[in-house]
C-alpha cells in the first residue's frame, strides 16, 4: 500500500468548466465545476460545484457570494473515507489595467462544513489571489497568478498556488484554456495540469 502522500511526485489534472452569465447591468450568475484527478486521467480525487451571484458596483470593483458543495477522495491508494463539504463563499475582486495586462485582486472568505467518516467540523478560511493576464495575439492570451490560503487556525498557513498558462478564444462566448500550477503546502507540494472551458454568456441581449 502506497502512503498517502505518494501522489506528490505525480503530475495530476484539473478538468475545469467557469461560466459567467449576465443577468442584468451589474448582476452577474457564476458557476463552475472540477473534476480533479491525482494523476493524468486516473486516481479520482475531488469534484467540486460552485454557484454564485455577482454584484458590479462599478468597472474595477464587484462582490460575489454563493455556495459550494464538492467530494473529495482524500486518499491516495489507501482506504480513507471520502470527505464531503458543503462551503459559503464570499469574494472581492478588485480590478486593474497595466499597460496592456489585466490585473484583479480577489480576497475570498469561507466558511465550510465539513463530513468525514460521521464527524463534522466546521472551518473558517481566506485567500488572496492576484490573477494576470495580457493578450498575445488575436485570439490569444496568457495568464499567470499566485494565490495564498490562509486558515482562521493555530497553524495559519494552508497553501499558496502559482502557476501560468494560456487562453484561446473560439468564438465570443467560448474559450479553451490549458495551463500548469504549483502548490506548495507546509509539509507536501503539487503538480497540476488544469485544461479547461470558460463560458460567457449575456441574457440581456436582445435576440434577433
Request: net charge positive.
Amino acid at each position: 500500500m502506497q502512503s498517502q502522500n505518494s501522489h506528490e511526485n505525480k503530475l495530476g489534472t484539473w478538468y475545469m468548466y467557469n461560466g459567467s452569465h449576465k443577468l442584468s447591468k451589474n448582476v452577474k450568475l457564476t458557476t463552475s465545476a472540477h473534476f480533479r484527478y491525482y494523476e493524468f486521467i486516473t486516481e479520482y480525487q475531488q469534484e467540486i460545484y460552485r454557484v454564485g451571484l455577482n454584484y458590479s458596483f462599478n468597472k474595477k470593483v464587484n462582490f460575489t457570494g454563493g455556495l459550494v458543495y464538492s467530494i473529495t477522495d482524500s486518499s491516495y491508494k489507501t482506504d480513507l473515507a471520502d470527505l464531503y463539504e458543503y462551503r459559503f463563499y464570499q469574494d472581492l475582486n478588485i480590478k486593474d489595467t497595466w499597460n496592456k495586462v489585466k490585473v484583479k485582486h480577489r480576497v475570498r472568505l469561507a466558511q465550510r462544513f465539513k463530513r468525514q467518516n460521521f464527524n463534522d467540523e466546521v472551518k473558517h478560511r481566506i485567500r488572496y489571489g492576484l490573477f494576470l493576464n495580457r493578450p498575445l495575439l488575436e485570439k490569444w492570451e496568457t495568464y499567470a497568478f499566485s494565490e495564498i490560503f490562509i486558515k482562521f487556525a493555530t497553524k495559519a498557513f494552508s497553501q499558496n498556488r502559482t502557476g501560468a498558462g494560456f487562453i484561446r478564444e473560439l468564438n465570443e462566448n467560448l474559450k479553451v484554456r490549458l495551463g500548469y500550477f504549483y502548490t506548495k503546502f507546509s509539509n507536501s507540494s503539487l503538480h497540476r495540469l488544469q485544461l479547461g472551458i470558460i463560458l460567457n454568456t449575456d441574457f440581456t441581449k436582445k435576440s434577433t
